[in-house]
């Protein structure tokens, strides 16, 4: 199994920057790919960023040249860098991670999540 735990999150400013981290533990080698979701009050949870096993990034259209995606492998930690924040990106967020439980069947598993607020 494979454990995530999130940190990093708090109350910023419109304008500011917050920098996410989420470790990995456990059968970290089964990890196929990371993802960055947020879920704010109301609405369905989306994929903010996402990191393929061969290390390709993308983002949703929403925050694009503002948040930047990052790994470290060493580490089994994944970072999500936020800048220029907007109140609309209030929301708690939630690292996940695809991971093989046998050779044919995978799963995902969830940070914890912590929340990010932008005041105006």
């Known amino acids: 199994q494979v454990q995530l735990v999130e940190s990093g999150g708090g109350l910023v400013q419109a304008g500011g920057s917050l920098k996410l981290s989420c470790v990995a533990s456990?059968?970290?080698?089964?990890?196929?790919?990371r993802g960055w979701y947020r879920q704010a009050p109301g609405k369905q949870r989306e994929l903010v960023a996402d990191i393929s096993s061969d290390g390709t990034l993308s983002y949703v259209d929403s925050v694009k040249g503002r948040f930047t995606s990052s790994r470290d492998g060493a580490k089994n930690t994944v970072y999500l860098q936020m800048n220029s924040l907007k109140p609309e990106d209030t929301a708690v967020y939630y690292c996940?991670?695809?991971?093989?439980?046998?050779?044919?069947?995978?799963?995902?598993?969830w940070g914890q999540g912590t929340q990010v607020t932008v005041s105006s």
């Open positions: 996940s991670a695809d991971f093989f439980i046998t050779i044919t069947h995978r799963s995902v598993v």
């Open positions: 456990g059968n970290t080698f089964s990890i196929i790919r």
